[in-house]
Every structure is written in C-alpha cells, then in structure tokens.
C-alpha cells in the first residue's frame, strides 16, 4: 500500500462501476494525481455494483438513457467482458403489446436490432416459457451480461497504469471540507477529504457513492437527491436445463413486463428480479455498515412476503422455477432519484465537487465518461447530458419528503408503460402561483414542470369545442394527457386572443460596471444593445453546442434581465454563476418569485391592451423586442391597483402581442384585468398545449431540450445571425469554424400527410424521438451519428396538419422532400416545409 | 412416524451482531431473522426421515406472532403442522422455556392420542446458547436425550417401539447411542445440509394453518441483565510474504494447526 | 464447597478439565470456600493427583457399572446426587459438549437453573455472571438466584494453571443407578471414515478465478490431498465451467467449517465469504493486497498463487521427507 496522500489533484469516492470508470476515464482524458478511496474492500466494496443483475436491454424511449446505455455496453463489449444474451420482453396483455410496438420504433431509432415474436417464436428461444400466459415478445438479440466488478478492476488498473491513481479501500470518508469564503457567485469551493486514514487537499472531489451518495454529499452542507431503494432478487435453481449450457447464461433474459419481473439465468439457477413489489425505501443511515451487514450492506435482509406474489406471477410464466430451490434472496439496494434520471455534474453551490451517483450498471462506464468529460472540456461530447445534470433540481426537490413521494410513486413504473406527457401524482403545487385560484375555478388542467404547474388548458374552454367542431382523439394512448380543447383555445387565440400563464419563467439579474461584458461572455448575440432592447440568443458550451436559448433584456446600462424556461432554469442559473467574475464587478440576483409573467396574444391582443395601458402599442411605440415600463390600471379587473410593469413585445405562438412583467403580488389583479378587458374580444384563458405545442410549432420556434441539444450548433438549429459580434463568447471559436464548414444537418418542420395507420385509425405522434426514414425505411445518421428523430411534434390547427420537428442533412431539408415517419412501429408519410414556419412563414401577424 | 420440531427464532448470524442501547436485545435491525440454524438441520432430518420412512413433522415454537416466519418456513421445506406458543416478550429464561415447551407436547399428544415418536431439539441455540432446553424438556416428560447429534437412524418405520440411533461427533469419529422410542435428540449443524425451500414450497407454506397455544410458567432462577460487546479485537492479517519464498513460513502455520 | 467436575474420557483428563479447576479455584477463593472435585466414572489415582495439583482438596470418585463408559443420563444422575448429598454451594463444568450437557442433566433433576460458558462469575446474595453468546461475539450479564450455583465456564475463558496445595484426598462417593439410566450410554464408537467432504473437511483449499483455466485446480488437488482435505471453489469459477458446482463454497454452494481455509486466487465475493466464515481459520494467497478475502484473513500471502503454490508442496514433501 503506498502512503497516505496529504494532497491530491482529484479524490474520487466510492469503487463501484462508476467510481472505478471514472478514474480508467479520466486517465484516459490526460488527468494525473488521482485518489480512489473505497469505505468497503475491494474488489466488491458491497455496493449496489456487488449485486447487480449486471444485463443491459438497450432499447430505452429516453435518448440519454438509450445513448448511454448503448455506449456502455460498448464498452463493456470492449472489454471483453459482456456476452451478449439476447433478451425479450414478454406481453401479457394488449396494452403491453402495443408497447412493444413502441418499443420496436424506439429499437429503430437508435438502431438496436430487435423483433416482435409471437409466442410461439419467443418459446423457440427460452423452450421453458408458457406460450399459454403471454400474447407476445419484443426480442433484441444484443441484450447483453456484463461482467460489472471485473470491469471496475481492469478500468481501476487502467486509472492505476495510466494516471498512477493510488487506490484506499477500506478507508472510509469522514467529512468533506469547503471554503466558505462569501463570493459574488454565492458557490463555496471543495478544499479537501478528510478519511479514518488521513485528510487529503483537494481540488476535485467525486462522489460516485451510489447509495451513499447523499450522505457523503451531506458531508459538504449540499445536497445529491436520491434514495436507496429495494429491487427484491431471488436465486432459484439448481435448475437442468440451465445447468446444461454449461454457461453463465445461455438463454435470453426474460422480462415479463406486465407482472414487473425479470428472469435472468444464472448458471445453473434462474434469478428472479422483481420491480413489483411494494416501494421498500431507506435512509441511507439505515444502510449497515460492511460488517454490521450478513451478505453486503446492500443485500439487505429479503422479506418474502413482499415477493410472493412475483413468485407465482414467475411460476405462471417457467413452471420450472416453482420445484427449484431459493438459495439466495435479497432486498437488495440501488438508487432511485425524483425524476427517475441519474445525477451527474458539479453541484451548483460547491465548486469542484462532482455528483457522479443514481447510475446503475447499464449505464455505468457510459456515465463516468459523462462525468471525466465534462470534467475535461466543460461539457461531456459523448452526449447532451441535460436530462441528468444535477443542477436541473430546484430547491423543492432537494428534500427527502420529494424523493421519497417521487420514488414511491415512479418505483412501480420502472417496468411500467408511461406516457410522454405522464403527470405525477404526489408532490403537485410546490410553488404557488398567483393565478391558482382562478385557474382552479376554470378548472384548469395543470401539468407540472419540474416545481412549477401550468394549465395544460382549461376545462371551462370547453365550449370551443363546440365552436370549431373538435373532437377527442381515437386512438385512447394518443388522447392521453391531452384535450381537444388545447385545438379550440389555439383556433381562439389566432381569431381573437388568449392570456397565457408565464409564472413559471426563470427569471435572473445581473447587475454591475461588469453586466453587459459578462452578459455577453455568455451569449452568441450581442447584448450590449440600447437599454430597453431585447435579444433572444443561443449560449453555447465549450465546443459550440447549445447549452441553453434564452432572451436578455437590457433593463439599464448596468443591468441584463434573464429569462428562461422552466426546465433549464437550474442549469442556466448554475452556468450563469459558475462563469461570472468574482471581482465584485457584476452581482446575480434570482428575481424569479418577484416578477410574475402573463402572455398576451392574438390579432385582438393590441385593443385589449389598450383597454388598460394609456402607452401607444402601435408597432412604432412598441416594437418588436422592446421592453417599455408602463402603468396598467386594475381597475376592470375590480381592483384598485395601478401596477407597474414591463411590456415586452415577442411572442412565441406566431401572434402579435406582448409577456407582461410585473410584481408578483399584481399578478391576480393583472390578470383580472386582462380578462376583464378582453371579454367582449373573445380573450380566453390559454393554456401549455397553445404555447409549447401547437403555437410554438406552427412557428417552428426551438425549443431547448428536444430541438436544442449540445450535439447541435446555432447553424444547424437556423439559429445563427448573418454576422457574429465582435465581442467574444464561450463557444466563439468553434462556433466560427461551424460557420465556415456550414451545417451538416438542418432543423426542419414536416408535415404529416397520411395519419391513418393500417387498422384505418388516425395517428398522432408525440415527439418522443420517433425515427424518420427515408422512403426506403432506412435510418437516416449524418456523419458524427447523429440520427434524424421527431424531436416535437403536435397538430397544427392552423396549417390543419400533424406537424413535427427534427434534424435532415441539409440536402433533405428542403421543402417538398417526401420521407417517412415510423410510429407505434408503422410507417406514415411526411413531407418537409423546411427550416421556417409552417404557419404565416413571413410572420405578417407578428407586425400586424 | 411422528415428529416434533422445537425451533427458535434468532437474529440471522453472519455478521457483527450489535446490542440495543438499553444492552436488553440483540439489534437486530441488519440481521433479519432466521430460525437457529442446529434447529434448521433438526427440521431438515426430520423431514428427511418422514420422507423416507412416512410420517408428519409438527414444528413448535415459542414467540412473537411474527415467529410464525419461522413455521412457515419450516412448513416450506416439508414440516406439515406448526404450533405457536405466542407471548409477547422475548428472552424467557430456559427454565421457563422448558416448562411452556414441556406442557405445548403434553397437550399435543393428548390430542394426538400418543407420543411423538422423536422430539427433535437444536444443540443450543444460536442466540442465548444455554444448552439446556432440550434436556429439562426431554427430562419433564421423562424420555431419554442425547445432545450433539450429527447422525439419526431409526429402527422399523420409526413409530412405536424401536430405537432411534443416534451418532454423536467426537475427535476423529463418532459415538454411537440407541436410545428407546419415545426419545429426544438435541442435533448440531452438519447433521445434513439442509435444503432451501421452493418457491412452490413457500407458497404453500402460507396456506399452513397455525395451531397456537396460549401458555405460560413461572420464571426460573437465571435472569439476563444486559448484553454487550466484547472489547473490540482488531485482528490484523499477517502477511506471511510475498512470493514463492513465504512456502516455509505457510507451512509453520499449517503444522502448528495441526493439519500436517 | 465448590465442585469441579472433573471432565475425562475413559480415564483420559480431558485439557478443559484444568481450565476447569483454575477457573474454579479463583472463584473458591471468592467464596472462601474450599474447591472440591467430581470425578464420575473412574476412580484413577492419576487423574486424582492432577486434581490436587490444580487446587482440589478433595476429588469425589464415583464408579458403577453404569458408568463404564459416558452417558449424559447415567453421568447427570450421579452428578445431581452429589449436589444433593455435599450441598455444594457451587457446581462448575467444563463448558464442552458433555461439561454442558452433564450439568443440564444434573439441573433438570435438580429443577435448578444452570448458566452456561461464563468467563467472569461473582458470587453474592443473588450472583451475577458474564457469559459468552454467538460464540464469543457477544457477552451476557446474567444474574443467578438459586440454592446451588450450577456453572460451567466458558472453553479457554481461563488458562489452565497449577496452584493451591497440590495434594487431593479421594472420597469415593456411591451412586444409586439402574439399568433404566443405561438409555443413553455410549454403545459404540466409530473412526473417522475415509474420504472426506467439503463440509466436513479439515482443510479446504478454495480457489478462485485467480486460478486461471479449469486446468489450472491441478495444483490446488495436490495440494488438498497432501493435506487430506478438499478442492473448493469461488461462484465464478463454477459459473466458468471449471468445476461442478458441488464444489462450490458460497452462500448457493457448500458451506464449510475447517481447521483451515486456503483461499487461493479469491477476492472473497460476500456471496463466497458468507460460505466460508465459518473456518477456523483463513490463509489466503491473492496478488491483491486489499482484497476482501485478504483483508479477512488470519495469514495471507501476497504472490502469484501459481508459483507459491508449487513451493507450499514441496515444503511439506520435503519435511515429511
């Protein structure tokens, strides 16, 4: 054992799959003086690595997840150290088996192999199945057995060989020192490791603790949201026919989805894994110590009970495994987080601590590179990694009242079908806007945006539907979490106009002698602008990626107000104090809960408006991209309030009209009199589905997260001005030799031209990554792999058509070219409007 | 033939057992529960000699309505009935013990009409150790027992007369009593390698209808103050080398154990 | 008066027996009371002297017919009648499998409590004792309220040694026994039979994926039967196909419980260990200084398994010549 460091450039924590990665990854990047201290022995520090089922089904309708899942087990393959199985997962019932159909779009999607059997077919593969309990199968033969601890070995020599990282196991963490030092950013700094061997200086600490995660983060006065949970596994056996093959495993992995349960050969046994069983969480406390633990400490003590019916569920399915002995049985434990997605990246408010935790071993070696790269370059290049960067949590998430409701609640779905537009049940409302009340009365119907709700639409709209004659969805899965009355909102909106809740907006301030020059470190367009102009402007990543688009508004010389959406609002935050200059030139301030927002649109908008704001809101006295301090009176509204506010006019749904800002606590008198005003204009209360979906696309406006993503550049998105500022930007540079090379790939809008699928029922596609195809149904992947997928999609009232968005190589990305678009495993034809808007492509109704 | 199972349930061994604050209980939050592994192999060869030889095992026990895991898990493996001396505290001194297992058996062959034909008791148990119970029971009703055994034969189909034979494990070999029927064995781990339960097992082990008997007697003479850990022994591996040259020293170590 | 008894085989003094009487003769000093002895079953002058030598005062011999050879009812029998008739105010065993069954007879005929394997007793109006729980993981504090102290002490909780006058007088001591305390006595006595298994094995010699090839267990079956002891092995090997899972060491293969258990090549997977923590002792060989099994063991050696083990057989040829 060399001697205990005092000093270390990196201190990784935790020798499970992803600490062990992480060091072989870094090394690989070039980084030196690396620790890996390990509280367990080696090579199973009893982890949840340790107990693994160790298989991987590539095939996730997540794209993070399927991209790094597919990426691990690459690497595992690499290795040499992953047999490829084969796996299937089997449908008990109709609703399963359209899933399966869904799961074979997502299969082409990312180019995994796969094939729906009958039961039949799938008894061919595993001759022990009951064909009699099942209605089918979804087999991909690259589903495959991973060797999880071995892997960490050769990556640990890897970090050891190439890197000289020096390995501790048996040595626990104690505490983790920062320097609390105040600073501008409000970010405390990692200084050190403090172990039962000796304390280590640090500048980099990784916390890739699984399960532990959160009490080593605790250790630092922050937070890392997840929550061990149980996943009860039974070894039964030994069994003959599996004994027979004389191998680790020699038939596909059965999932039997729809009783939430998995058999995986294991030798000569079968190991029953079950996500059906009742939510069975843990403190981390409440996880014993390596010797305090029988098997390791998570392989805790199996409570049978909760396994019975799982039991007989698996019996049903291999009547064999009924007569063959239980020999090993855990609750054994892995991570659930609130969102159910990994927790990568730094933490926001201590600079130089990682989060590298919630990952399981399917995606492991995938994430620690995540993690090394992102540590490298500022971004990880293998993937947009947004769905898992740990500043995505707001505050409210990070409590253990949120991830226990959460985890409770999602730990049933982890084999479960769930739509794309799934609500939650548990933990709603955790920010109260100001409008709840009122739109509880129109029965609003809220879906949750990370804390924040916003009316889908509203039920008291539904008269519309009448109006303009709409009518529910056929196909049910397609009518899910949706309503024809979003349709009859946007027909109102463009006839005469709509009040939409914007409370959820981000909304940051910088403010100082260095705002301005800081503000546009950050973005792609000048923001250096008149005071009382706006820009809407990409910020790029390191590599000339999107890492956010968002618009600045220059409120005076010294002071830039930010404004994003509701999803990124953690990470824009965090990449807005992560980059600022701590010489006290610029200060942040987070005026979210101060400033509430409504958005006014329609051709009706401009007289409404008038109604209760004496400014001129002619194009002249108001234009495009202004932002102008005005006085609105109350009083339509009932009230007595004359508030003060910020019009901005821009929109998002391709109508002309303004987001009105003002103090949160005028908020519902706005909005009465807003509603008051427009009343005998047809103002309606509108809700998401307008402003996210269908106004939004007709316009084919960007949005960050499905068209925006690290892997695409401002030329690609059409996002890029005809010139670049002269001032300098993160991702200046290879944002000017994206320029120069020109995009490769184009975002494009595309009509749908036939919805009927082959049972004669119309079709609506959801913009969950469905592939699009050439008019061979062949793949479409530019040169660096991306592949052409819906990123959005939704009905256009407007335009009267299915419109979708995604990616084309440039030479597709004109209008009129003719491709195809797979959903629910059928094939429908598109037709590309280009890189505009489907609807009013000259935007006459914006200057209206 | 008829067997009677005493089993007793007690913190799954294996790891480091910890004390409640108060020192009254093993802490046995990590452990789970197991039933004491001697009792394990005694329900295993019970089974094994019904299956050979025809008959139905009862399992009794003595505890918390949740030591009814304990029956169904024997129930799982092939005991057929299970008999619960339910009480509501744990830690009952061995003469009571004795005393509440003594008058369960009297009023199970009452109504049975007849005696077990073996009374199959674990050595001691994994948890108290008092190496007692068996023999005040086996003593009570005035049949013969014989502690330690790691091997059971039995004369005829083992109901009525006859003997059961019984191999005790002594230095290098085995001592050999037959012992008259009806009779008790107090049996040690390696008597047989008991078998896991099937999953059909367990599922039918939660049909099995439990006999509970409600049953008490005074307290006995030892009383438990508390329970605590030994001072910590940090045992240290030794390294014996670090090549082919540390043979020398692995074969001191082997001959001063003896093994040679 | 305390009572020792005196534990034997056929005449043999088993070693626990002076641990026995120096555990008793600390305690007699307490009591200030004289420590006297029970020797049941023999009557040998040798075993008497030894009994002296260790502090007795007086050895009670008792033979019978029925106590020619050991048996729990006959030796708990006359043991209970000495408490009867001496009115010892303790009663102490070894706390070996007949010191605690002998003892457990005499107190279910005595109806009295008795405590077994106690390292630390403190004699009083009510006595209060330490005993050893979980095999020594654990202690209890037990108090004790009855006529006679009926004790054994715990296996090694004392070492034995020499010590009070040295000289013991024999008083034979006459049971009343029949053929009804026959029932249980020693019928027959077997050897060990050859072969050995893996749970019953005196050495295990376990190895792991470390060992390389299914080949590879050659040198590991030398070594084994030089030893008289068995091949075992890791999960993963099985899995591998090297050895057939009947030699599988683990919590879903064989647990074992030897002298000795050399794990060669094994990280020590807790699935593996759970199998193998029950050996008396561990000397592992692994080429990681930090593995479990390792850090586990009593002895390791830290090499290539390959090259050491050849050399630990050469050794043990070459001094048995």
Same mark, same amino acid.
């Given at each position: ?206 916390? @890739? ?70 939510? *069975? ?145 548990? +933990? ?194 108001? &234009? ?89 550049? &401002? ?73 052409? +997928? ?6 256009? &009232? ?51 | ?27 046995? @939050? ?35 309505? +949740?030591? !009814? ?45 007849? &005696? ?19 023999? %005040? ?46 009779? !008790? *064995? ?75 | ?23 008793? %003769? ?141 000289? @013991? ?100 997977? *807790? ?12 000397? !592992? *060989? ?36």
């Amino acid at each position: 054992m060399s001697e205990f460091p005092t000093r270390a450039n990196v201190v990784v924590i935790g020798a499970g799959i992803v600490g062990n990665c992480l060091v072989g990854h870094l090394a690989r990047l070039g980084w030196q003086d690396l620790v890996l201290v390990e509280k367990g022995p080696l090579p199973n520090p009893g982890g949840s690595t340790g107990h693994a089922s160790n298989f991987i089904f590539p095939v996730d309708h997540n794209k993070e997840m399927a991209l790094l899942g597919e990426q691990s087990a690459n690497q595992y393959r690499d290795m040499n150290l992953s047999v490829d199985s084969g796996g299937i997962e089997v449908a008990r019932t109709q609703e399963r088996m359209d899933e399966l159909e869904r799961r074979m779009t997502s299969a082409k999607a990312w180019g995994i192999e796969a094939h729906l059997l009958t039961p039949a077919q799938a008894k061919e593969l595993v001759p022990y199945i009951n064909t009699e309990v099942i209605l089918g199968g979804f087999y991909c033969p690259t589903v495959s057995v991973v060797d999880s601890l071995e892997t960490g070995t050769v990556m640990r020599k890897e970090g050891i060989e190439k890197a000289g990282c020096k390995v501790f196991a048996n040595t626990e963490v104690l505490d983790l020192i920062t320097d609390d030092t105040p600073r501008p950013n409000g970010r405390r700094k990692i200084t050190a490791v403090v172990t039962d061997k000796g304390t280590i200086d640090t500048d980099y600490v990784i916390v @890739a603790c699984g399960v532990w995660s959160n009490r080593i983060a605790a250790m630092a006065d922050t937070y890392i949201p997840l929550v061990p949970a149980v996943h009860q596994m039974a070894d039964v056996g030994p069994i003959d026919i599996l004994a027979e093959t004389n191998n680790e495993i020699g038939y596909p992995i059965v999932r039997d989805m729809d009783t939430f349960c998995y058999e995986r050969q294991s030798a000569g046994s079968m190991e029953v894994g079950s996500y059906g069983h009742r939510p *069975i969480l843990h403190h981390p406390d409440e996880i014993p110590s390596n010797e305090e633990a029988a098997l390791s400490p998570t392989e805790m003590p199996f409570t049978p009970d909760d396994f019975d019916q799982q039991m007989e569920e698996a019996i049903e399915l291999m009547d064999m495994l009924g007569d063959a002995e239980i020999k090993y049985a855990i609750n054994g434990l892995l991570s659930l987080t609130p969102d159910t997605m990994p927790c990568l990246g730094e933490l926001p408010d201590v600079e130089g601590l990682w989060s590298a935790a919630a990952v399981w071993v399917k995606e492991g070696p995938g994430m620690a590179q995540v993690v090394a790269e992102w540590m490298t370059y500022g971004y990880p290049r293998v993937i947009d990694a947004h769905g898992a960067d740990i500043a995505r949590f707001y505050d409210e998430e990070k409590s253990d009242e949120h991830i226990w409701a959460r985890a409770d609640e999602h730990f049933n779905k982890t084999y479960g079908i769930v739509h794309p537009a799934e609500q939650w049940e548990s +933990r709603r409302h955790l920010v109260e806007s100001p409008y709840r009340s009122r739109q509880e009365a129109l029965q609003a119907e809220f879906f949750q945006a990370r804390v924040w709700e916003r009316p889908q639409w509203y039920n008291s709209n539904a008269d519309l539907c009448e109006r303009y004659d709409l009518s529910p969805r056929g196909v049910e899965w397609d009518n899910r979490w949706w309503s024809p009355i979003t349709i009859g909102e946007h027909l109102n909106l463009r006839s005469n106009c709509g009040v939409v809740d914007l409370s959820a907006f981000q909304i940051y301030e910088l403010e100082g002698p260095g705002a301005v020059e800081y503000a546009d470190r950050l973005a792609v367009n000048k923001v250096d602008v008149a005071v009382g102009r706006s820009i809407y402007t990409p910020w790029l990543n390191a590599d000339g990626g999107f890492h956010s688009d968002l618009t600045m508004m220059r409120l005076a010389e010294d002071r830039v107000r930010i404004v994003t959406g509701v999803f990124d609002g953690g990470r824009d935050e965090f990449w807005t104090r992560k980059h600022m200059p701590n010489d006290g030139s610029v200060t942040f301030t987070n005026r979210t809960t101060e400033i509430t927002t409504l958005g006014l649109w329609g051709p009706n908008a401009p007289q409404v408006l008038a109604q209760v704001c004496g400014h001129d809101l002619s194009q002249a006295g108001s &234009p495009y991209g202004s932002i102008i301090p005005v006085e609105i009176d109350c009083a339509a509204g009932g009230h007595n309030l004359t508030a003060q506010a910020h019009l901005f006019r821009i929109s998002y749904v391709g109508d002309s009209g303004w987001e009105i800002y003002t103090d949160w606590s005028n908020g519902p008198a706005l909005w009465d009199a807003l509603l008051a005003a427009g009343r005998e204009l047809g103002i309606r209360p509108t809700g998401g589905g307008v402003y996210g979906t269908s106004g939004r696309l007709e316009k084919g406006y960007r949005l960050m997260g499905a068209e925006l993503e690290s892997e695409y550049n &401002p030329l690609e998105a059409g996002l890029a001005r005809r010139r670049v500022k002269a001032a300098d930007f993160i991702g200046k540079e290879p944002y000017l030799k994206a320029r120069e090379t020109g995009p490769e790939v184009q975002c494009v809008t595309l009509t749908v031209e036939d919805q009927t699928d082959s049972a004669g029922r119309t079709r609506h596609m959801m913009g969950g990554n469905e592939p699009i195809l050439d008019l061979e149904g062949e793949r479409i992947v530019d040169s660096h792999g991306r592949v052409s +997928r819906v990123t959005s999609a939704g009905y256009g &009232p407007s335009v009267g058509k299915h419109l979708l968005m995604g990616y084309l190589p440039t030479e597709m990305a004109t209008a009129g070219t003719e491709l195809q678009v797979m959903y629910m495993n059928e094939l429908f034809p598109v037709t590309v409007v280009g890189p505009g808007s489907a609807f009013d492509p000259d935007d006459t109704r914006l200057k209206g | 033939m008829r067997i009677l199972c005493c089993v007793k349930r007690v913190p799954a061994p294996g790891a480091k057992i910890n004390v409640t604050a108060d020192g009254s209980d093993v802490d046995a @939050a990590h452990l789970g529960f197991t039933t004491s592994p001697h009792e394990e192999c005694g329900v295993e060869g019970a089974v094994q000699l019904c299956e050979e030889h025809g008959g139905e095992v009862t399992v009794l026990t003595i505890g918390e309505p +949740r030591a !009814a895991e304990q029956l169904r898990y024997a129930a799982s493996v092939g005991a057929d009935h299970g008999v619960l001396v339910c009480t509501d505290e744990v830690g009952w001194d061995p003469q009571r013990t004795a005393a509440v297992i003594g008058e369960a058996i009297e009023v199970l062959e009452e109504e049975n009409g007849g &005696p077990f034909d073996l009374i199959v008791f674990g050595n001691e148990s994994a948890d108290s150790g008092g190496f007692q119970v068996g023999i %005040r029971v086996a003593h009570g009703l005035g049949r013969p027992i014989v502690n330690g055994i790691k091997g059971i034969e039995v004369s005829g189909d083992g109901s009525g007369a006859g003997t059961v034979t019984a191999r005790r494990a002594i230095d290098g070999g085995f001592e050999v009593y037959e012992l008259p029927r009806p009779c !008790a *064995i107090g049996v040690k781990e390696g008597l047989n390698l008991p078998r896991y339960p099937t999953m059909k097992g367990r599922l039918r082990s939660k049909k099995l209808e439990i006999r509970s008997l409600d049953l008490d007697a005074a307290p006995g003479g030892q009383r438990r103050i508390r329970l605590h850990r030994p001072a910590e022994q940090v045992s240290e591996t030794v390294i014996l080398g670090e090549g082919p040259e540390a043979a020398a020293e692995v074969v001191d170590v082997l001959e001063e154990l003896g093994v040679l | 008066m305390l009572l020792v008894v005196l534990e034997h085989d056929r005449g043999e003094l088993a070693e626990a027996a002076r641990e026995a009487l120096t555990f008793g %003769r600390v305690l007699a000093e307490k009591l200030d009371e004289e420590l006297e002895a029970a020797l049941i079953g023999s009557d040998e002058e040798e075993l008497v002297d030894e009994a002296g030598r260790y502090g007795a005062e007086v050895v009670h011999t008792c033979v019978h017919d029925v106590l020619g050879d050991y048996g729990p009812d006959a030796y708990g029998a006359t043991l209970a009648q000495m408490v009867t008739e001496l009115e010892p105010s303790a009663v102490l065993a070894c706390g070996s499998d007949r010191g605690n069954e002998v003892m457990a007879q005499a107190a279910a005929r005595l109806n009295a409590p008795f405590v077994a394997n106690c390292i630390d007793v403190t004699p009083g109006v009510s006595w209060t004792m330490t005993r050893v729980q979980w095999g020594g993981s654990l202690l209890e504090d037990s108090s004790l309220d009855a006529d006679v102290a009926l004790l054994t002490c715990g296996l090694h909780a004392v070492a034995a040694e020499p010590g009070g006058s040295g000289v @013991a007088g024999d008083e034979p001591f006459e049971a009343d026994l029949d053929d009804s305390h026959r029932v249980t006595i020693v019928k027959d006595r077997t050897v060990q039979e050859a072969g050995v298994t893996l749970p019953t094995a005196p050495v295990v010699c376990g190895g792991g994926r470390g060992i390389g090839s299914q080949e590879g267990f050659a040198q590991l079956e030398e070594l084994a039967e030089l030893l008289g002891g068995r091949v075992g092995c890791s999960r993963a090997v099985t899995n591998l196909g090297w050895r057939p899972h009947s030699d599988q060491v683990g919590q879903t293969g064989t647990r074992i419980a030897p002298e000795v258990y050399i794990a060669s090549g094994i990280s020590g997977a *807790i699935q593996h260990w759970v199998g193998a923590m029950a050996s008396k002792h561990i000397l !592992a *060989i692994n080429t990681d200084r930090e593995a479990n099994m390792v850090v586990k063991a009593d002895w390791a050696v830290i090499a290539d398994l390959h090259e050491v083990i050849p050399a630990i057989t050469a050794e043990i040829r070459r001094r048995r010549g």
